[in-house]
């Protein structure tokens, strides 16, 4: 009987323990199918189903009515975790397919490109060359094109003056680094054929106002950028840059992006600084996050953005704030280039971009230059 017992309870932890290696393995695998393939297995659905499976064994074979009670009223709570997945997928797959804009991209940008920053959550990976090839539903090329990144991770302008004293810097988004571009056909690359200067581009891909001041903030470009005895540091923004500096990205999701907050008495805070100076959380924290957003049923419950005027003080104060420390690390000029928005814009977009027109046509940015 005591023998029984015991197996009892070895067999079960054995099979908690292949239930654990299996969740392992099931998220990994997703995390390469998406990169390389370019879909997934919906890893929680199949891991609340493992462990749906696992209470009701332990059920079967327990010999106490009360924990055999226990652990089936316990497969309540992955059986909703399935369901929630399954209707997240659902959810979220119907709202990309209705997408007229909606893409899909393959190339080495897709599996070998993006890595973990503890200061912006992501950036690309140093000195490497990454492939895009973006097409519609339908299989037409919208561009084929190589991303060329220099030994910190940011994409490279080859009409770079290198010996020049005279530095600009760019901030900003995917417009910044050139999404959809040659290396030589970016925005920092015209401005760099027109100037004798050394050009460095701190834009990315999803970027926001947050993720420059962080990269100001941090000291990680003072790290890079020596020896300029002028300064010129142009903040490129859309005006859903407001959404952005509020966290409300969807693609930061698995990511440990800064977070800036206004504390009561209107000062900026950096809430999360504390990745970029811990090694150990800095490691394990975009994991976690990156777990995380393998979750259908997390994503859906993800906060969405509608426009508040609440949102703006946020972002003005990150531009302020990147502002001044460009000043004092650089004693840089500051510009920041706005584009507005057009006819395609929604209504969210329109009224973002006249709250930004009318903070800096109101002479409230600082001092700095807009366009």
């Not at 209470?55 to 009223?73: D, M, R």
């Not at 899909?104 to 000195?127: L, N, Q, R, V």
């Not at 929604?346 to 903070?359: G, N, T, V, Y």
């Amino acid at each position: 009987m005591r023998y029984s017992k015991l197996s009892i309870k070895m067999r079960g932890l054995l099979w908690a323990l292949v239930w654990i290696l299996a969740s392992i393995a099931t998220l990994k695998l997703d995390s390469v199918l998406k990169g390389r393939a370019g879909f997934g297995i919906l890893p929680f659905a199949l891991i609340s189903l493992g462990a749906l499976a696992l209470l009701i064994y332990l059920a079967i074979v327990s010999k106490h009515k009360a924990l055999k009670l226990t652990l089936s009223y316990l497969t309540i709570a992955p059986l909703c975790l399935i369901i929630g997945e399954l209707y997240g997928y659902y959810t979220l797959e119907s709202t990309f397919e209705q997408d007229p804009c909606a893409a899909s991209t393959s190339g080495t940008y897709a599996s070998d490109y993006f890595t973990p920053s503890p200061i912006t959550g992501y950036k690309g990976k140093p000195s490497t060359t990454a492939t895009a090839h973006k097409t519609t539903h339908n299989g037409t090329t919208i561009y084929n094109v190589s991303y060329t990144t220099d030994e910190f991770g940011w994409r490279i302008t080859p009409s770079s003056k290198v010996d020049s004293s005279s530095c600009v810097l760019f901030f900003g988004d995917s417009f910044t680094i050139g999404e959809g571009v040659q290396d030589n056909e970016t925005l920092p690359f015209y401005f760099g054929t027109h100037t004798n200067a050394r050009i460095y581009n701190f834009g990315f891909h999803g970027y926001g106002p947050h993720q420059a001041l962080a990269l100001v903030q941090s000291g990680e470009v003072k790290h890079i950028v020596k020896d300029c005895a002028s300064v010129l540091a142009i903040y490129e923004s859309l005006p859903g840059h407001i959404a952005r500096a509020s966290g409300f990205s969807s693609w930061e999701q698995g990511t440990n992006a800064p977070r800036f907050s206004l504390d009561p008495s209107g000062s900026l805070v950096w809430g999360n600084a504390y990745l970029h100076t811990s090694p150990l959380l800095a490691k394990l924290a975009p994991k976690l996050q990156a777990r995380l957003a393998q979750s259908y049923l997390y994503k859906l419950l993800q906060p969405s953005y509608e426009y508040d005027e609440s949102y703006n003080a946020l972002y003005f104060a990150i531009i302020d704030a990147l502002q001044k420390q460009l000043q004092e690390q650089f004693n840089a000029r500051f510009a920041l280039v706005l584009w507005d928005s057009s006819d395609v814009s929604d209504e969210i977009e329109r009224k973002e971009s006249h709250a930004i027109i009318q903070h800096f046509a109101n002479g409230l940015g600082g001092g700095g230059q807009w366009i």
